[in-house]
Nanobody, 115 residues
Framework: QVQLVESGGGLVQAGGSLRLSCEVS????????MGWYRQAPGKQRDVVAA???????NYADSVKGRFTISRDNTKNTVYLQMTSLKPEDTAVYYC?????????WGQGTQVTVSS
């Protein structure tokens, strides 16, 4: 079955950077569009970045110019480089396919940005 393991989160000061990784097993990501999603306390889970199988990318307006999504199909891994982090970026970050694999989510990785 499909498994998603996110890592790389942490506590960082505003203006700092983090690089998130998502290792996928059970299915080759090369055939899928992939995305990074985030969920802040009390809010719904929203997509912040997406990358197609041919590496076209798209970003939420709130992160455009600061976040970069990439993929390494040989490692079955998706990345999210986050720079110029803001306190409002604080959330649990998840990766998944676009649309998400049915009934499958990883544990996520917590990103906390202090002001």
């Amino acid at each position: 079955q499909v498994q998603l393991v996110e890592s790389g989160g942490g506590l960082v000061q505003a203006g700092g950077s983090l690089r998130l990784s998502c290792e996928v097993s059970g299915t080759p990501i090369r055939i899928n569009a992939m995305g990074w999603y985030r969920q802040a306390p009390g809010k719904q889970r929203d997509v912040v970045a997406a990358i197609t199988s041919y590496n076209s990318t798209n970003y939420a307006d709130s992160v455009k110019g600061r976040f970069t999504i990439s993929r390494d199909n040989t490692k079955n891994t998706v990345y999210l480089q986050m720079t110029s982090l803001k306190p409002e970026d604080t959330a649990v970050y998840y990766c998944n396919a676009r649309p998400p694999y049915a009934g499958v989510w990883g544990q996520g990785t917590q990103v906390t940005v202090s002001s």
